[in-house]
T-cell receptor
Framework: KNEVEQSPQNLTAQEGEFITINCSYS?????LHWLQQHPGGGIVSLFM???GKKKHGRLIATINIQEKHSSLHITASHPRDSAVYIC??????????FGSGTQLTVLP | KAGVTQTPRYLIKTRGQQVTLSCSPI?????VSWYQQTPGQGLQFLFE???????NKGNFPGRFSGRQFSNSRSEMNVSTLELGDSALYLC??????????????FGAGTRLSVL
């Protein structure tokens, strides 16, 4: 079993919909990253969380340390949000352990 | 401020050869970490360098090695290439490194194909 599990693996939404991507982890972590990867490979760091909630524009990330769970929400989704979203847990060994990613497609 | 630069962007090698990939971090960043991404295994941590010292290493064989220079630029070397080493290799830089919970800034990656 992977230490970091993401769901769903694939997600198709209509423009304007509210989107949620989930990330669960089975080990103790010191922080959790949410990353966005566009076709071609470039990765952008969206959030780094160690507690609570962060918001940037239409993106919101939350983490519940006790439940070992994090969510990434996209409000008013847009086709340009289409990408792979990856969560990555920073484990105490100072390594990043990655989820398998969620392929999001937003249709116009 | 220039971003993280990886060179080359694409590389084709044959089995048994060796390869060296380069990563120039954002100015002022002292940490460089390396990752391998394949369709089967996803993203996996290779190693992290901070101020010329390897601070941590993932679960990869000794054929994968790296180093960091005094200007924080880093190189990754893979010797005796195998078909399974075909992957996108990404590096990321940050101010204080993974342990300080810094934001990681990623390069565009080097796509390595081993024939």
């Amino acid at each position: 079993k992977n230490e970091v599990e993401q769901s769903p693996q694939n997600l198709t939404a209509q423009e304007g919909e509210f989107i949620t991507i989930n990330c669960s982890y089975s080990v103790g972590i010191s922080a959790l990253h949410w990353l966005q990867q566009h076709p071609g490979g470039g990765i952008v760091s969206l959030f780094m969380l160690s507690s609570g909630k962060k918001k940037h524009g239409r993106l919101i990330a939350t983490i519940n340390i006790q439940e070992k769970h994090s969510s990434l929400h996209i409000t008013a989704s847009h086709p340009r949000d289409s990408a792979v979203y990856i969560c990555a847990a920073l484990v105490p060994a100072r390594q990043l352990t990655f989820g398998s990613g969620t392929q999001l497609t937003v249709l116009p | 401020k220039a971003g993280v630069t990886q060179t080359p962007r694409y590389l084709i090698k044959t089995r048994g050869q060796q390869v060296t990939l380069s990563c120039s971090p954002i100015s002022g960043h002292r940490s460089v970490s390396w990752y391998q991404q394949t369709p089967g295994q996803g993203l996996q941590f290779l190693f992290e360098y901070f101020s010329e010292t390897q601070r941590n290493k993932g679960n990869f064989p000794g054929r994968f090695s790296g180093r960091q220079f005094s200007n924080s630029r880093s190189e990754m070397n893979v010797s005796t290439l195998e078909l399974g080493d075909s992957a996108l290799y990404l590096c990321a830089s940050s101010l204080q490194g993974l342990g300080a919970k810094n934001i990681q800034y990623f390069g565009a990656g080097t796509r390595l194909s081993v024939l």
